[in-house]
């Protein structure tokens, strides 16, 4: 009986160190799993942020190209305008 008793302990050491050992990898898993979330999570941040700026940036592209035609118009108005007060006095 006291061999059984020996085996058995020796087997609910064995048992606890196993479910030790796995508490630990799961816990090592977890950890990663939980970095890479938060990695992946400032990605997207910076990519939004990122995407916001490139858009801000063509936009301001856009209406710098758009003001010359815009002075072009502003002044042939003005001149029309003028033309069509000399032309009635």
Do not use: H, P, W
Not at 11 to 31: C, P
């Amino acid at each position: 009986m006291t061999d059984e008793k020996a085996e058995a302990s020796s087997e609910e050491l064995s048992i606890d160190a196993l479910v030790e050992q796995l508490t630990k990898e799961r816990d090592e898993f977890k950890d990663i799993a939980l970095r890479v979330q938060a990695e992946f999570e400032n990605y997207r941040k910076r990519s939004a942020t990122q995407l916001v700026d490139e858009s801000d940036r063509n936009a301001g592209r856009i209406v710098e190209s758009l003001l010359s035609a815009l002075d072009a118009c502003e002044a042939a108005t003005a001149t029309d305008a003028r033309t069509r007060c000399t032309g009635v006095l």
